[in-house]
């Protein structure tokens, strides 16, 4: 089992930008999957952006788009999410999680994901 941990959060204003990492102590494997989700208060938590560490194509949900981008570092078995032109509805807490089952195309299923990491908050003052 990959053990994943986030960073990078913080307080931002509208406008701004921030780039959250979350780093696997362990190995990951060209079959599986790395995903950002996200919990906002009161709210269940929603998928943000996926992608196959095989390098297959990334997803994102369409609010986030054109704004974030999710890249990795194999050498640091490390995922990135740059989130640029950020925007007060973009305050959460980030999750990471791994998605073990091989999927050829990267799923957006909160169900489909493991392993969580703890989260790091992500607040955009208007």
């Known amino acids: 089992q990959v053990h994943v941990a986030e960073s990078g959060g913080g307080l931002v204003q509208a406008g701004g930008s921030l780039r959250l990492a979350c780093a696997s102590s362990?190995?990951?494997?060209?079959?599986?999957?790395i995903g950002w989700f996200r919990q906002a208060p009161g709210k269940e938590r929603e998928f943000v952006a996926a992608?196959?560490?095989?390098?297959?194509?990334?997803r994102y949900i369409d609010s986030v788009k054109e704004r974030f981008t999710i890249f990795k570092d194999s050498a640091k078995s490390t995922v990135y999410l740059e989130m640029n032109n950020l925007k007060p509805e973009d305050t959460a807490v980030y999750f990471c999680?791994?998605?073990?089952?091989?999927?050829?195309?990267?799923?957006?299923?909160?169900?489909?994901?493991?392993?969580w990491g703890q989260g790091t908050q992500v607040t955009v003052s208007s």
């Open positions: 999680a791994v998605d073990y089952s091989g999927r050829i195309r990267v799923s957006d299923r909160v169900a489909d994901f493991g392993s």
């Open positions: 992608l196959n560490w095989s390098g297959g194509g990334a």
């Open positions: 362990d190995r990951i494997f060209n079959d599986m999957a």
